[in-house]
């Protein structure tokens, strides 16, 4: 007979350990400083946040009425690569912006967020390296710690305007572990937008090398000053190479829907992509409706939302060129820019203004720029601002930070 064996506890219990990747997955330090930003808010302190990417721009009509009213008896899951009818629409309105994308070269994903981990869950293997210009989007670490790919950096500085570093210096990285190179156009946190030689130039490097472009243009509307956005995907002849990333969360203020999309003329990427999309079933159904109807958006809202950043942008520069030792390049596109501020440590300054500094009760969160370089002690005196306050709520902002900097110094 079968004698039952009974599970007998260890004496002394042992916790179970989380994973070595999970310890590695970067903070993020656009959000770390939430908690200081709680106290501040529960000492009755008002706090401007300029340290968010989240518009105060409402979204456009047309979105929201399409959910509405909907009269759904089963919120199914979609196809795995997005409505169709969503895919054909938005492959038109690429074709109204001059770029050649057909429906089978995109597939909907849960925000630009999870484009980039197809991106990169598609094209590399663990131990794969990826070149990217530096300061970038904070969470690409994270979604390359959570591909286990390593991030190559290369640097951009605040002296060229965070340009196109020299392609020799990227050259100068490439080993036999490169993938891909990728980049943010217009950029986040610089504001940076690429130029067309510089794109090509890009187009040449990972031509000879067989690697990837991966370009997140999820800014694309937000270009000032007569600035023309020049895709990765109007590069001709390197249709195997470019990957676009796209999303509605900037374009529409459509943050909270979380539908974005890869896109690439790539077939064989794609297939790999749909298997990842496959995995994760769908995107989520009532915000691709909402997307699908953006879509319908009239011109004139792009227009007043571009007018009003632009406005936005020339006031906070403006105001921050008041401040003495402060450095800051204008931004050429997206909504945000990096400030080199008269200090040591941005990460100090921006608790301390949370946690111990008020002028008249109100205060600003800022992000600091050193969370959004991959090498380590750069950027330690570097501010990330996203202009999507109101333009009073800005000049508020940055008088408050002009009296901080002054006590700051003194402390
Ligand atoms: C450069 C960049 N890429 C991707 C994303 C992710 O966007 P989504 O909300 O579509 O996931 C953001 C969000 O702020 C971003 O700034």
Same mark, same amino acid.
């Given at each position: 007979?079968?004698?039952?064996?009974?599970?007998?506890?260890? %004496?002394? #219990?042992?916790?179970?350990?989380?994973?070595?990747?999970?310890?590695?997955?970067? !903070? +993020?330090?656009? *959000? =770390? @400083?939430?908690?200081?930003?709680?106290?501040?808010?529960?000492?009755?302190?008002?706090?401007?946040?300029?340290?968010?990417?989240?518009?105060?721009?409402?979204?456009?009509?047309?979105?929201?009425?399409?959910? %509405?009213? #909907?009269?759904?008896?089963?919120?199914?899951?979609?196809?795995?690569?997005?409505? !169709? +009818?969503?895919? *054909? =629409? @938005?492959?038109?309105?690429?074709?109204?912006?001059?770029?050649?994308?057909?429906?089978?070269?995109?597939?909907?994903?849960?925000?630009?967020?999870?484009?980039?981990?197809?991106?990169?869950?598609?094209?590399?293997?663990?131990?794969?390296?990826?070149?990217?210009?530096?300061?970038?989007?904070?969470?690409?670490?994270?979604?390359?710690?959570?591909?286990?790919?390593?991030?190559?950096?290369?640097?951009?500085?605040?002296?060229?305007?965070?340009?196109?570093?020299?392609?020799?210096?990227?050259?100068?990285?490439?080993?036999?572990?490169?993938?891909?190179?990728?980049?943010?156009?217009?950029?986040?946190?610089?504001?940076?937008?690429?130029?067309?030689?510089?794109?090509?130039?890009?187009?040449?490097?990972?031509?000879?090398?067989?690697?990837?472009?991966?370009?997140?243009?999820?800014?694309?509307?937000?270009?000032?000053?007569?600035?023309?956005?020049?895709?990765?995907?109007?590069?001709?002849?390197?249709?195997?190479?470019?990957?676009?990333?796209?999303?509605?969360?900037?374009?529409?203020?459509?943050?909270?829907?979380?539908?974005?999309?890869?896109?690439?003329?790539?077939?064989?990427?794609?297939?790999?992509?749909?298997?990842?999309?496959?995995?994760?079933?769908?995107?989520?159904?009532?915000?691709?409706?909402?997307?699908?109807?953006?879509?319908?958006?009239?011109?004139?809202?792009?227009?007043?939302?571009?007018?009003?950043?632009?406005?936005?942008?020339?006031?906070?520069?403006?105001?921050?060129?008041?401040?003495?030792?402060?450095?800051?390049?204008?931004?050429?596109?997206?909504?945000?820019?990096?400030?080199?501020?008269?200090?040591?440590?941005?990460?100090?300054?921006?608790?301390?203004?949370?946690?111990?500094?008020?002028?008249?009760?109100?205060?600003?969160?800022?992000?600091?720029?050193?969370?959004?370089?991959?090498?380590?002690?750069?950027?330690?005196?570097?501010?990330?601002?996203?202009?999507?306050?109101?333009?009073?709520?800005?000049?508020?902002?940055?008088?408050?930070?002009?009296?901080?900097?002054?006590?700051?110094?003194?402390?």
């Amino acid at each position: 007979m079968k004698k039952n064996r009974k599970f007998v506890a260890p %004496k002394k #219990l042992i916790m179970p350990k989380v994973s070595n990747k999970g310890k590695q997955m970067p !903070e +993020s330090p656009i *959000r =770390k @400083l939430v908690p200081y930003s709680e106290i501040a808010k529960s000492k009755g302190n008002k706090v401007y946040h300029l340290n968010i990417g989240q518009p105060d721009i409402a979204t456009p009509e047309v979105a929201m009425n399409s959910i %509405k009213n #909907l009269d759904i008896k089963v919120l199914e899951y979609s196809h795995s690569a997005g409505f !169709e +009818s969503y895919r *054909r =629409k @938005l492959s038109q309105y690429y074709k109204n912006h001059d770029l050649r994308i057909d429906v089978e070269d995109i597939i909907i994903t849960t925000g630009g967020s999870e484009a980039l981990l197809f991106a990169m869950g598609s094209t590399m293997d663990f131990g794969d390296e990826i070149i990217i210009p530096e300061p970038f989007y904070a969470n690409y670490n994270g979604f390359s710690t959570a591909s286990g790919v390593t991030v190559v950096p290369v640097i951009s500085t605040l002296e060229s305007g965070f340009a196109l570093p020299p392609i020799a210096d990227f050259e100068k990285l490439i080993t036999s572990k490169t993938k891909a190179i990728l980049i943010c156009n217009p950029g986040n946190p610089t504001g940076y937008l690429y130029s067309k030689d510089e794109m090509l130039q890009l187009a040449a490097l990972v031509k000879k090398h067989d690697l990837f472009l991966i370009a997140d243009e999820v800014y694309r509307e937000f270009t000032y000053d007569g600035d023309v956005h020049y895709s990765v995907m109007n590069i001709p002849g390197i249709e195997e190479n470019a990957i676009m990333i796209d999303s509605v969360s900037k374009r529409y203020s459509m943050c909270g829907a979380r539908i974005g999309c890869i896109v690439s003329k790539n077939k064989e990427l794609m297939a790999t992509a749909m298997k990842f999309a496959q995995a994760r079933l769908s995107p989520p159904t009532f915000a691709q409706i909402a997307s699908e109807a953006a879509l319908d958006t009239p011109q004139s809202y792009f227009d007043d939302v571009i007018k009003e950043y632009r406005s936005r942008r020339d006031i906070l520069i403006a105001e921050l060129q008041t401040i003495e030792g402060v450095k800051i390049t204008k931004p050429k596109g997206a909504f945000y820019c990096i400030a080199e501020l008269p200090i040591e440590n941005a990460d100090d300054f921006s608790q301390w203004l949370l946690e111990s500094y008020d002028l008249n009760k109100e205060t600003v969160m800022l992000a600091p720029a050193a969370g959004f370089y991959s090498t380590p002690g750069v950027g330690l005196n570097q501010v990330r601002i996203a202009y999507v306050l109101k333009k009073e709520d800005l000049v508020r902002s940055v008088a408050i930070l002009k009296e901080a900097l002054k006590v700051y110094k003194t402390k």
